[in-house]
């Protein structure tokens, strides 16, 4: 019995473009209650990095495979295919590297290897939308000598900042940042750079900051404004807006605000012609303002969630979506008085006629640092089997 252990160094969230490194160790287990232990023999070990594509039959009708690509190896079980076994396509793999040939661990004993690999940086986000998935995995193979390859899958997520592929390193690294005190090869500094340069693109493009107004109104007049100081976010940010309904006509009695996601298919791709797009809540506030001069929501942009991409098959945007009652009669009929005494008790009306409408503001969510997102990642960073 052989333990196979592997662990992502720095956490299981990557940005496209980064260095994703693992660590995976071979250990022949020494047990207290074993009376004959010895040793083990592996034939070899090999590691790749793939992305699976998913779709909902459904929702997405994708052009028939070519048969003639048909690798009549895949059908053998000594054949190392990571995505072996999956549902979906394989659109992206870098190639296998081999860890060992010929590995004899004694009882007792262990061998560890590591493995790196760039992040293509023009892959797809990870996504588990409700028409398409695309999933990220490191794969293991092993082999014992005549015995069919055991595979230890490592999922991890992968995070897309378009602007990355352009950029150019400075050829000086005198005037490029770096820490005098930490002696990296040339490979590791690039990919730790790549990160502070990510974060530093996401902080200047979603510091900025101006005054955006809008006027809320039906066919019956104007009912409030809205106001905004921003439409750029990352993940992990807030969405903080205010409602200002004093200058309205119309009087307002409940406002919601929803945070959401539309995942379309593109028009090629689709099913059924003119399907409807996909939505997906991910915050809402809701509030009943009636008489309220002013209000204001804050909408949290979940760590977890995809920010807005778009590939040759689908696409994914982000939104605020308002819905909005308001009164069919004018502010002073909203309430009756109840006596005619001088103690003045005011009620609201047992009925009401009510319109209501909805309204969707377009807003930009880019990713964040890697290294927060890990924090609430649903992958481990260890994973392991036995052979």
């Known amino acids: 019995m052989i333990e196979v252990l592997a662990k992502l160094g720095r956490g299981p969230v990557f940005l496209a473009g980064e260095v994703l490194e693992c660590v995976i160790t071979f250990t022949n287990p020494l047990s207290a209650s074993s009376t004959s232990a010895s040793s083990e023999m592996l034939a070899w070990a090999s590691a790749q990095i793939h992305c699976?594509?998913?779709?909902?039959?459904?929702?997405?009708?994708?052009?028939?495979?070519?048969?003639?690509?048909?690798?009549?190896?895949?059908?053998?079980?000594?054949v190392f295919i990571p995505n072996r076994g999956e549902r979906g396509q394989c659109i992206l793999s870098t190639p296998p590297k081999i860890l060992f040939c010929d590995l004899r661990l004694d009882p007792g004993e262990s061998k560890s290897y590591s493995y790196s690999e760039m992040l293509p940086i023009d892959g797809p986000p990870s996504f588990r939308g409700q028409s398409v998935k695309y999933v990220y995995k490191l794969t293991i193979g092993c082999q014992r000598v005549n015995s069919p390859i055991k595979l230890l899958r490592v999922p991890f997520r992968v995070l897309v900042l378009h602007g990355l592929k352009d950029y150019q390193f400075p050829q000086d690294e005198a005037v490029a940042p770096s820490n005098p005190f930490l002696e990296e090869e040339e490979g590791?500094?690039?990919?730790?750079?790549?990160?502070?340069?990510?974060?530093?693109?996401?902080?200047?493009?979603?510091?900025?900051?101006?005054?955006?107004?809008?006027?809320?109104?039906?066919?019956?007049?104007?009912?409030?404004?809205?106001?905004?100081?921003?439409?750029?976010?990352?993940?992990?940010?807030?969405?903080?807006?205010?409602?200002?309904?004093?200058?309205?006509?119309?009087?307002?009695?409940?406002?919601?605000?929803?945070?959401?996601?539309?995942?379309?298919?593109?028009?090629?791709?689709?099913?059924?012609?003119?399907?409807?797009?996909?939505?997906?809540?991910?915050?809402?506030?809701?509030?009943?303002?009636?008489?309220?001069?002013?209000?204001?929501?804050?909408?949290?942009i979940p760590l977890s969630s995809t920010p807005g991409f778009t590939t040759n098959i689908v696409s994914l945007k982000w939104r605020l979506h308002f819905e909005f009652v308001t009164s069919g009669e004018s502010a002073g009929t909203c309430l009756v008085r109840g006596s005619q005494s001088e103690a003045v008790t005011w009620t609201g009306v047992e009925q009401m006629e009510v319109?209501?409408?909805?309204?969707?503001?377009?807003?930009?969510?880019?990713?964040?640092?890697?290294?927060?997102?890990?924090?609430?990642?649903?992958?481990?960073?260890?994973?392991?089997?036995?052979?």
Not at 52 to 75: C, I, M, W, Y
Not at 355 to 381: C, E, H
Request: proline share 5%; with cysteine.
């Open 188 to 300: 590791l500094k690039k990919d730790s750079r790549l990160a502070d340069l990510a974060t530093e693109l996401l902080t200047v493009a979603t510091s900025r900051r101006s005054l955006h107004l809008y006027n809320i109104s039906n066919t019956r007049g104007k009912v409030g404004t809205f106001c905004i100081f921003k439409t750029m976010y990352k993940i992990g940010e807030d969405v903080i807006g205010t409602f200002n309904f004093s200058e309205g006509d119309i009087p307002c009695l409940q406002f919601s605000v929803s945070l959401q996601t539309e995942e379309s298919i593109q028009e090629e791709f689709q099913r059924r012609r003119g399907q409807p797009v996909s939505f997906s809540t991910h915050a809402r506030h809701q509030e009943a303002c009636l008489h309220t001069a002013q209000s204001s929501f804050s909408l949290p």
């Open 52 to 78: 699976q594509f998913h779709t909902s039959e459904n929702r997405v009708a994708l052009p028939p495979s070519d048969g003639s690509k048909h690798d009549v190896q895949a059908e053998n079980e000594t």
């Open 355 to 387: 319109d209501t409408f909805s309204w969707d503001l377009p807003i930009k969510v880019l990713p964040t640092n890697p290294i927060l997102a890990s924090y609430v990642s649903q992958f481990s960073s260890t994973n392991s089997i036995t052979i």
